[in-house]
């Protein structure tokens, strides 16, 4: 075997004569095809499902972003943009997202793969079918299935172009270095917007970076200080009309974090999780990472019966791919809560590559940029999910098509075999096997609904105009019925709504309700009341005197109707009861149907007014 590698070290970038031989045409057959076949399910499902807690509270935030003084994440100013050029259409919206995460990991792994090449290669095509094999890996993040954009998917579309930066930014100021270093600071800037503590670790990161890869020259340094600082002062003009106000409503949002008690203070961000497999995710685990090993190594021999069994191996991956994306989708492989982590198996795989190349002392020497990229790539999973109040290891598996990347850059960079991307081929097609898995995973339990996404068969409207989401049964009788009452009580949409309920901002997304205070006020926490109280302190008399009312009277996370007595309103003597409905079974991930209420307001809006500004008043005596 180690023969057959050196033989095929002597070969150029991607092929030696410009043509492709029959073994390398059926592996590309292989990527291209699972590559497509995974993208069709996935865009295929696309508008299915809508969950009313996390991803409504998504849906209110992009639909009009400028309602709110403060924000923890600013990412609904980013896709509102994308909202309007999808005509405010949430189904649009989301095949825009989805296609956008996986053209830049796409041009992620291209950009490394180039790069890493001590060869410039004349055909470029396959390396396009390879990078987006392995660009399938970001739509990781869809294994619960949350597919409305939110500040995740905006924290991993920001690595993404950082990665894209690192990979093209060298110490010389060429044009394609030039875009790297300014990619970098488009990333930095995003990331911000997205997650600010996913922003502040980067800085660390990039001056380790720098460091570790010889980068230290202070003018291309400035290019994404600068572009990050401008685009910022630009996104505080555009949002708060002054940098002051911007930092005001970063100060506001710190301090409603810490009030709420919802596990955000610095001390709870800090620290290290655990994770455990089970027995069967050890042996799916060391399975998968052999599989795509041995693949990879059978590809880079001279041998054609060798070849033909890397071809037989590789085409046995691809119908495991076929199976499960438009197969028997009822058969689910259920591996755990940390069953994303099972994509370290590509990663590893990459890693042995390299130790074999190495130990067998026929591999090049690696550039010391790119150790430093794959150690970058190894932590920005973490970074990806630092700031979440759940077990960093499961967050960061939505981010694991970094791992694969850094295994990917190992495995190029220290080997030089047969076709070098055709090496590559079988531990992006294990990626997308466990993507699949994950993927399957998310459409038969979606993250709380009450059934299969292929068990949805109701289609309900809840865009003006474009394509409609798919729901479930009950889902779907529980948003007509929702539209059809609020409809005959009077309610129009663009209506100031407070949501009382503390988990059914969706239903306010649907009603195409200005949901006032933030968009989404959770309950269920220590300080739940305490931030309602202060977000809506913060709304004009004016508004709060017009606001709707949407309660859950007996709701197992209701914000109390006493926070009225706040701008001088009482529920039984300033609103009136217009309309009530019970909640779908399993809405916000609760089995049990519960009563919900909207109270429209019956006082003049002098009256309303002027009662509120009373009550302010005795407030801060």
């Not at 230290?216 to 600082?229: D, E, G, Q, S, Y």
């Not at 949002?239 to 005001?248: C, E, K, N, T, Y």
């Not at 305490?530 to 004009?540: F, H, I, K, P």
Request: hydrophobic fraction near 50%; aromatic fraction near 12%; proline fraction near 4%.
């Amino acid at each position: 075997m180690g023969a057959d590698m050196q033989d095929a070290n002597k070969q150029e970038y991607g092929i030696v004569d410009r043509r492709l031989n029959g073994s390398e045409l059926w592996l590309l057959s292989f990527a291209a095809g699972s590559t497509l076949l995974l993208l069709g399910w996935v865009l295929r499902y696309g508008n299915y499902g809508f969950e009313f807690t996390d991803e409504g509270y998504y849906a209110v935030w992009i639909r009009n972003p400028f309602l709110y003084d403060w924000s923890t994440t600013q990412f609904g100013f980013i896709y509102h943009p994308l909202y309007l050029m999808a005509g405010g259409n949430l189904s649009i919206l989301r095949w825009i997202n989805l296609i956008i995460t996986f053209f830049l990991a796409s041009c992620a792994f291209y950009t490394a793969i180039k790069e890493s090449a001590s060869h410039k290669s004349e055909v470029n095509w396959p390396i396009f079918i390879v990078s987006a094999s392995f660009g399938v890996a970001s739509l990781a993040y869809l294994n619960l299935w949350i597919a409305t954009p939110s500040y995740n998917t905006l924290a991993l579309q920001a690595l993404l172009i950082m990665a894209i930066g690192f990979a093209l930014s060298e110490s010389v100021p060429t044009r394609s270095s030039l875009l790297g270093w300014t990619l970098i600071g488009v990333g930095a800037w995003l990331a911000f917007m997205a997650k600010p503590p996913t922003a502040v670790l980067l800085v660390p990161c990039f001056i380790l970076y720098i460091l570790l890869a010889g980068k230290i020259k202070f003018r291309l340094v400035l290019i994404p200080a600068c572009t990050a600082a401008i685009l910022l002062l630009l996104s505080a003009l555009v949002i708060d009309g002054s940098l002051v106000g911007f930092v005001q409503r970063l100060r506001l949002a710190a301090e409603f974090s810490n009030l709420s008690g919802a596990g955000y203070s610095l001390h709870q961000l800090l620290r290290l999780d655990e994770f455990e497999f089970s027995d069967t995710e050890r042996e799916f685990l060391a399975a998968m990472t052999a599989v795509a090993f041995i693949v990879a190594i059978l590809t880079a021999s001279t041998r054609p019966w060798l070849k033909a069994c890397a071809c037989l191996l590789t085409g046995a991956l691809f119908g495991v791919i076929c199976w499960q994306s438009w197969g028997s989708e009822q058969t689910v492989v259920r591996l755990g809560k940390f069953q994303g982590l099972m994509l370290w198996a590509p990663a590893f795989a990459g890693g042995l590559l390299a130790l074999v190349a190495l130990i067998g002392r026929y591999a090049r020497r690696i550039p010391l940029r790119f150790v430093a990229l794959a150690l970058i790539f190894l932590v920005f999973p973490y970074i990806y999910a630092f700031g979440t109040n759940g077990n960093y290891w499961q967050a960061a598996s939505s981010a694991a098509v970094f791992w694969i990347l850094a295994g990917v850059i190992a495995a190029r960079c220290a080997t030089q075999g047969g076709g070098r991307w055709v090496g590559l081929i079988p531990l992006s097609l294990a990626a997308q096997v466990i993507v699949a898995l994950l993927l399957q995973n998310g459409m038969e339990r979606p993250y709380r609904q009450n059934q299969a996404l292929r068990l949805h068969t109701s289609v309900v409207a809840v865009d003006p105009s474009g394509p409609p989401l798919i729901v479930s049964k009950e889902y779907g009788a529980y948003i007509d019925e929702v539209k059809v009452l609020a409809a005959q009580a009077g309610f129009t949409p663009r209506t100031p709504m407070i949501d009382l309920t503390g988990q059914s901002p969706g239903i306010l997304y649907v009603l195409r309700a200005e949901s006032l205070g933030y968009p989404w006020i959770a309950g269920g926490y220590p300080g739940s009341v305490a931030v309602a109280r202060g977000s809506l302190g913060r709304v004009s008399c004016s508004q709060l005197g017009n606001a709707w009312l949407l309660t859950e009277p007996e709701g197992p996370r209701a914000i109390p109707t006493t926070v009225l007595e706040d701008w001088g309103g009482n529920l039984d003597g300033d609103y009136e009861l217009v309309a009530s409905w019970r909640t779908a079974a399993g809405a916000g991930d609760y089995k049990d149907q519960r009563l919900q209420q909207l109270y429209r307001p019956i006082r003049s809006d002098s009256s309303a007014t002027q009662a509120c500004t009373i009550a302010r008043s005795d407030r801060k005596r």
